[in-house]
Structure formats: C-alpha cells, structure tokens
C-alpha cells in the first residue's frame, strides 16, 4: 500500500517559482515509476510529468523547460521544480504512481499563478 503526502503548493506571480513535495510511504514507491499530475478546474486531471526507478524523466509539452521532476528514493519523496510559472498552470497538484493507481490519491497541493 502507498500513501502520499503533496506539499509546496501556494500562490506565486506569473513568472515565479515553486518547488512541490511528495512523500510516498510504501515498498512499491522505490521500485515504480512516479508522477505528477494536475486538475484544473472544469478540466480532466493531466500527468505533468513522470521519472523512472533510475531517474529517466518525460514531461508533457506544455510544461517542458520550465518544469522538473526529481526523486530521492532514500527519502521516499519526489519533487517538482516549477519555473517561470503561467497563469494556466493553476491546477490542483499531486503524485502518484505511473500510470496512476486509483486508490493511491492523495489530497494535492493547489498551485495558483496570478497574471
């Protein structure tokens, strides 16, 4: 069973900068894949960007060269590096398995970018 825990989230300026937490419990975190995703409001939640056990990373186009991901399996927890953010990446955060495991959601971590 994983469990995880999003933080970092707030309110930044367009343009701004933000680094997300997630802290993963559970055996299966050090040998998976792991994501993040987002949630805007009125839309269906997106997969921002993934890394591998060994640390190879894809992200999606929206986001490429201003985001990214990193992962400390010692410590259970993944990052993501949020740079030169824009008001449409206003969206609730959070992490989880690649692909996604329904029961592993965890509560998020709003980001919200002011123009």
């Known amino acids: 069973q994983v469990q995880v825990v999003e933080s970092g989230g707030g309110l930044v300026q367009a343009g701004g900068s933000l680094r997300l937490s997630c802290a993963a419990s559970g055996s299966i975190f050090s040998i998976s894949t792991m994501g993040w995703y987002r949630q805007a409001l009125g839309k269906q939640r997106e997969l921002v960007a993934s890394?591998?056990?060994?640390?190879?990373?894809s992200y999606a186009d929206s986001v490429k060269g201003r985001f990214t991901i990193s992962r400390d399996i010692a410590k259970s927890t993944v990052y993501l590096q949020m740079n030169s953010l824009k008001p449409e990446d206003t969206a609730v955060y959070y992490c989880?398995?690649?692909?996604?495991?329904?029961?592993?959601w965890g509560q998020g971590t709003q980001v919200t970018v002011s123009s």
């Open positions: 989880n398995l690649e692909p996604a495991q329904s029961s592993f």
């Open positions: 890394i591998t056990r060994r640390g190879s990373t």
